[in-house]
């Protein structure tokens, strides 16, 4: 086999290495177009994952690297003066160009061909002529933009500027320094990769880098100025360039990684954020996987198939962590006002791979003093402590979201509801909620929707508060109110999501007339009549409410229904009073909230929950979120309930652990309004996690309340917790300890003997 690689970086080079290592009799050339000893950056972080791999595919290169490795377990965080310190976390480094000479000598010594100083040939001439074409040719990949129709790549430049430099000695923790200054707030990355040396990345928002006057500076001028704010930071030192340049990170997504014989590696396929220090990482676990796919596929195409299939999810979900930290770095000013001990907690699990259990396990007292400043009673975990919204206190943060059931018969809530509402409220939870229910007749989205339109269905939904506040007293309860608009009048879900009643259709109204997809049927535009008959629909929806003895009302202006179709610009095209304009659009929605609100009792809450972005290009933005937001808590809602999506059928969202949340947390800093967090939130561990930090108020989980209706009283047990935040009942209490399981420890054998 004859491998031709394109890019002398680590991941090229490692490639070329355990290629050659795994079958000397291949044939492999390496280009490089600069000088050996020419390479961008200081140092290098390689996770003990990582280097297990390395140690295993190649003895050679690991126990050279691990002669010059650095390591440490502290991480410290310095805000406003006052440094936090961190422990358990394990790093290990190495400077650059150290790497780049070790993995320079093992593929000399295996007889690799590395030309250096020279351009590759054309990738196509190369694909002729070789077996195999490997291109690590980093972030600006030629051979990626000459293949753009087949790779399909896609490049995200961000906000913040950043300059990699270095000082000459050497930290002793990871440290993050935030020095806010009159242009802004700045940000140090700093970590030891020698015994006498630190990678220094200094990085600020696009913003604060011109008002601070960095985009007039020359170098060795830029170089000064970063010294001189973060002089504490380096003892007085001055910092060093290495061809050093203020940059925008892009980050890099390729819909394919492979075509014929060519296959992209490193930041050729993919980039991730330095804040967690994966791109090296990445590279080098490329490297692995394909030499692995080489030796196990019978050729190069299954074996480019098989590579790229094992490491695609791999790298999605580190590009996940990698945009979930750099978004958190870009709004580092919405976080600077937090107690210190909450915002280090908030900086270190920003990416979501480190958790609130995680941390606890790596620095219990750290934890701990995070959760004390937090109010914390001692044993209690922070999603057992109650929230107060209005008259009503909630005793743990958990809510059980909203969730269609579409098992209602003419609107009326029937036993399954009070079944599936009753073990939920029996299971612990802070908060159930609704199903949405419908105001209207012609307001339900499929036929088995439930409605607060007539006084049998408050009745109904009267068994079900009487039940949840008897049997399950400190439980609250709440509705959901809403009306489907141009999403109504489908069929049941497991019938066809979204798809229109074969036969049954009843006429549709929404903001403007537009069908949700094709096919589906093409609403009636709202008269100023209309609007005033469904607002006085709302209100008397939120009296029946009232009565049938909920305690929380939630207004439902998210996913595409009709108050949210005002909303969006995708889906409101009016040029009366309520389109065109943002506080145009918000006219409507408002106009109801004020009109439940009056008619609601003023002690109990009432929540809106929103569709934070559409995720759809010309549709409601995040920062259009904020203000909406703002629009509500201005009008009085006690939270924000934050939800993405579901506005418009060509929507593509970024799905993820968490994913929304983000969103929840920017309204929450910016709107100043409490939150309620949605959306792949599935373990208690994240729940504990993202109320420590301060991202939201409130949990709301679905599909883990449908997989086990007593998630919150599992989660109390498997945390040991038995307080206020969360009361089994008695019937039950005798399940409150896990049951034992059959024995997986048995005794191993004292001996063994050769026969």
């Known amino acids: 086999m004859r491998v031709a690689i394109i890019g002398g970086g680590p991941g090229g080079l490692y490639a070329a290495a355990l290629l050659k290592r795994l079958d000397p009799a291949r044939d492999i050339t390496l280009w490089e177009r600069n000088a050996p000893d020419v390479t961008f950056g200081f140092g ?54 150290r790497l780049l000479e070790i993995l320079h000598d093992r593929c000399r010594s295996l007889g690799v061909d590395l030309r250096f100083r020279t351009e590759a040939p054309p990738t196509d001439v190369l694909s002729a002529e070789y ?248 044993g209690t975990p922070p999603m057992f402590t109650p929230f107060r919204l209005r008259g009503l206190t909630l005793r743990n943060r958990v809510v059980v979201s909203p969730m269609d059931m579409y098992s209602a018969t003419d609107g009326v809530p029937g036993d399954f509801h009070l079944v599936h509402l009753g073990a939920r409220a029996l299971g612990g939870a802070g908060l159930v909620m609704t199903e949405m229910v419908c105001v209207s007749e012609e307001g339900r989205i499929t036929p088995g929707c439930a409605g607060l339109y007539t006084g049998r269905q408050a009745e109904a939904w009267r068994r079900v508060t009487d039940f949840v506040h008897t049997q399950a007293p400190g439980t609250a309860i709440g509705v959901q109110l809403g009306h489907s608009g141009r999403k109504g009048s489908t069929k049941l879900m497991w019938e066809g999501i979204d798809e229109p009643l074969t036969e049954g259709n009843w006429p549709l109204v929404a903001a403007s007339p537009l069908p949700y997809k094709p096919g589906s049927q093409t609403p009636r535009r709202l008269s100023r009549a209309q609007l005033t008959d469904i607002r006085e629909q709302f209100t008397a929806a939120a009296w029946r409410a009232a009565r049938a003895g909920f305690d929380l009302l939630e207004l439902h202006c998210a996913h595409g229904y009709l108050l949210s179709g005002f909303l969006s610009p995708l889906t409101n095209h009016r040029t009366d009073a309520y389109g065109g304009s943002p506080e145009k659009r918000l006219r409507f929605p408002l106009e109801v909230f004020d009109a439940v ?61 968490s994913y929304q949340t983000p969103f929840a947390d920017r309204i929450r800093h910016e709107a100043r309004v409490p939150v309620i967090a949605v959306g792949a ?27 086990d209706p007593h998630w919150t009283l599992h989660a109390a047990a498997e945390q040991g917790y038995d307080g206020p935040g969360v009361v089994w009942p008695a019937p039950y209490r005798a399940g409150s300890r896990r049951p034992q399981t059959g024995r997986t420890d048995a005794p191993k054998p004292r001996l063994t003997l050769d026969g």
């Open 131 to 378: 077996d195999l074409v490997i291109a690590a040719d980093g972030v600006h990949s030629a051979t990626r933009e000459a293949y753009a129709p087949v790779f399909r790549p896609h490049v995200a430049t961000h906000h913040c500027r950043y300059v990699w430099l270095a000082a000459d000695f050497a930290f002793d923790a990871f440290r993050f320094d935030i020095a806010e200054t009159e242009h802004g707030v700045m940000q140090l990355h700093g970590y030891p990769f020698s015994a006498a040396a630190s990678t220094v990345i200094v990085e600020m928002r696009e913003e604060v880098w011109r008002a601070a006057g960095f985009d007039e500076l020359d170098t060795a001028e830029s170089i000064g100025r970063c010294a001189k704010i973060f002089s504490e930071a380096l003892r007085g030192r001055p910092l060093r360039s290495n061809n050093s340049a203020w940059t925008t990170f892009r980050t890099v997504v390729n819909d394919r990684w492979s075509h014929g014989n060519v296959v992209l590696l490193g930041d050729a396929a993919h980039t991730a954020h330095f804040s967690i220090g994966s791109g090296t990482k990445l590279a080098v676990e490329d490297a692995l996987a394909l030499a692995a796919c080489l030796a196990e596929q019978p050729d190069v195409p299954r074996a480019l198939a098989a590579y790229e299939e094992e490491r695609r999810p791999v790298v999605a979900s580190t590009q996940r962590a990698a945009r979930a930290s750099l978004e958190w770095f870009e709004n580092l000013h919405l976080y600077r006002d937090q107690p210190p001990r909450r915002f280090a907690f908030n900086l270190l699990t920003r990416s979501r791979r480190v958790t609130h259990d995680n941390l606890r396990l790596r620095d219990a007292r750290f934890t701990d003093a995070v959760e004390r400043e937090f109010g914390c009673p001692p």
């Open 44 to 97: 290098v972080v390689l996770s003990d994952e990582t280097l297990g791999g390395i140690e295993h595919a190649d003895p050679v290169v690991y126990e050279a690297l691990r002669r010059d490795f650095v390591r440490w377990d502290d991480i410290d965080i310095v805000h406003r003066g006052t440094a936090q310190r961190s422990g358990g976390h394990g790093f290990a480094a190495l400077g650059r160009h």
């Open 681 to 707: 939130i599935s373990s208690w561990d994240d729940v504990n996690s993202l109320i420590l930090a301060g991202r939201t108020d409130l949990c709301a989980l679905a599909r883990p309340h449908l997989y």
């Open 597 to 657: 609100r009056a008619v609601w009792p003023a002690e109990r809450p009432m929540t809106v929950r929103i569709s934070a972005t559409d995720w759809a290009e010309g549709g409601t933005s995040a920062e259009d979120a904020v203000g909406i937001a703002r629009a509500f808590a201005a009008h009085g809602a006690d939270a924000i309930d934050v939800s993405t999506g579901q506005v418009v059928a060509e929507e593509r969202p970024e799905y993820g652990r």
